[in-house]
């Protein structure tokens, strides 16, 4: 199934979107309960969990289609639907019962339903991060937007420092454009560069010591570094951290 037709065929469900990751950084894990059960939890609401994969360049690699009982949860490993990675996974839990019908005199629903669920990034040695679903697929562009963040020294403790560039929108005309301008604490600009543009329901792991040379530089003379993007069809990037033990953290910045 594609996006146009799950469009088509659900209107009303959005698509919540990850980020895989590469597989040289770590495999990625897909975790989901129905949670319907604890909605309405004397009727039975089992639904298809139905996931898309995206590469980095925006175009539909893989598709992936499981039923989940009342109240079960299933753990998917991406690479066993059939994407390694790295780039966006589109995921829908579509009732196979009546929702409309179940909520009445319980809950309002919104005009739009979403889909809950958990990404684990895991890697050989047994390090492992997670974090929930991020921002649904968008039909249409994105005005220009900012988003700011500070990256720490950490005592030398972080060897590299990245920003996950997603654009979960699914618009021929809603290619990702950022800049990215890097700060001292009081506010002097250090150095400013543009993002290569990301496709539309594409993605990009960049590192800063990669875009800026000087980078390193800048956290060892100031402790901190502000970093501010900001461009069309934006949303918020994820930030990237790798340790200099192995570990990684990835994670939303609000």
């Not at 979107?17 to 604890?38: D, E, G, K, V």
């Not at 800063?208 to 040379?213: S, Y």
């Not at 069809?233 to 953290?249: A, I, K, M, Q, Y």
């Amino acid at each position: 199934m594609t996006l146009d037709e799950l469009f088509t065929k659900y209107p009303s469900h959005a698509l919540s979107t990850q980020y895989c990751t590469p597989p040289a950084l770590a495999a990625s894990r897909i975790c989901f309960h129905n949670f319907y059960q604890q909605i309405f939890p004397d009727l039975q609401t089992p639904v298809c969990l139905l996931l898309l994969f995206f590469n980095e360049e925006g175009r539909q690699v893989a598709a992936f289609e499981k039923y989940v009982e009342t109240a079960d949860s299933v753990q998917i490993e991406v690479a066993d639907a059939g994407y390694w990675g790295p780039g966006l996974v589109a995921v829908v839990a579509v009732p196979d019962f009546d929702l409309v019908r179940y909520s009445e005199g319980r809950i309002k629903l919104k005009k739009m339903v979403g889909t809950g669920f958990y990404i684990v990034w895991h890697d050989k040695v047994g390090h492992v991060d997670t974090m929930h679903e991020w921002m649904p697929v968008e039909r249409g562009c994105l005005p220009e937007r900012t988003h700011y963040m500070v990256f720490d020294q950490a005592m030398g403790a972080i060897a590299r420092h990245g920003l996950v560039f997603v654009n979960p929108i699914a618009h021929k005309h809603g290619t990702l454009q950022a800049n990215i301008t890097c700060y001292t604490p009081d506010r002097k600009t250090l150095g400013k560069t543009s993002l290569d543009p990301v496709s539309p329901m594409g993605s990009r792991l960049v590192f800063l010591n990669d875009l800026f040379a000087e980078f390193e530089g800048w956290l060892s003379r100031h402790q901190h570094v502000g970093v501010k993007v900001s461009g069309c069809n934006l949303v918020e990037p994820l930030t990237v951290e790798l340790h200099r033990s192995g570990d990684f953290h990835i994670h939303h910045i609000n």
